[in-house]
């Protein structure tokens, strides 16, 4: 069987409306800080590169879309 991971929920934020939609750039973002955070608690080794892999395949979406030309 897998590791099951388990996520920490973020704090509740009083001035953020229900239902706002995330855009795709800020939900790539929180995506990063989440494998990297994934990356350092995770003692599996394989877990921890496919985090990086993941990580690092985002991480170049997301700087070709926000850096200019």
Do not use: K
Not at 11 to 31: H, K, N, Y
Not at 57 to 68: C, D, F, I, K, R
């Amino acid at each position: 069987m897998g590791q099951v991971l388990q996520f920490r929920l973020p704090p509740a934020r009083a001035e953020a409306p229900i239902g706002d939609a995330l855009d795709l750039l800020s939900a790539v973002d929180f995506a990063l800080r989440d494998l990297t955070d994934i990356g350092n608690h995770v003692t599996l080794e394989a877990v921890r590169e496919q985090a990086a892999a993941c990580r690092q395949m985002l991480q170049a979406a997301y700087l070709a879309e926000v850096e200019p030309g």
